[in-house]
């Protein structure tokens, strides 16, 4: 499956974006699909990720809350809602993909499929 992550941009601290990460290549809905982000000088981190169905989710705590995933395998995307949003959000946020289990997975290697990236830039 191909990722393409998309909708970062600039916005103040206290606003709000959304990303949206388009599939292509293989059915959509195979796949349990994450979020992961990464700021300057630091490691890549789970942000949330949601199940085949869209049923389940689950979130990093520091996004709790403040995050919504939602897919639409009709469409074959995933978005990611970010509200209340701080300096500390800033980073590069990837879409990933993993088939198996519908189990929670926040380590990147256990996802083999990834998307190029969005910026997301918070002002203070």
């Known amino acids: 499956v191909q990722l393409q992550a998309s909708g970062g941009g600039l916005v103040q601290a206290g606003g709000s974006l959304r990303l949206s990460c388009a599939a292509s290549?293989?059915?959509?809905?195979?796949?349990?699909m994450g979020w992961f982000r990464q700021a300057p000088g630091k490691e890549r981190e789970f942000v949330a990720a949601?199940?085949?169905?869209?049923?389940?989710?689950y979130y990093a705590g520091s996004v709790k809350g403040r995050f919504i995933i939602a897919r639409d395998n009709a469409k074959n995307a995933m978005y990611l809602q970010m509200n209340s949003l701080k300096a500390e959000d800033t980073a590069v946020y990837y879409c990933?993909?993993?088939?198996?289990?519908?189990?929670?997975?926040?380590?990147?290697?256990?996802?083999?499929?990834w998307g190029q990236g969005t910026l997301v830039t918070v002002s203070s």
């Open positions: 290549g293989r059915t959509f809905s195979n796949y349990n």
């Open positions: 990933a993909a993993r088939t198996g289990s519908t189990v929670f997975h926040t380590a990147r290697s256990s996802y083999p499929y």
């Open positions: 949601i199940s085949r169905s869209g049923g389940s989710t």
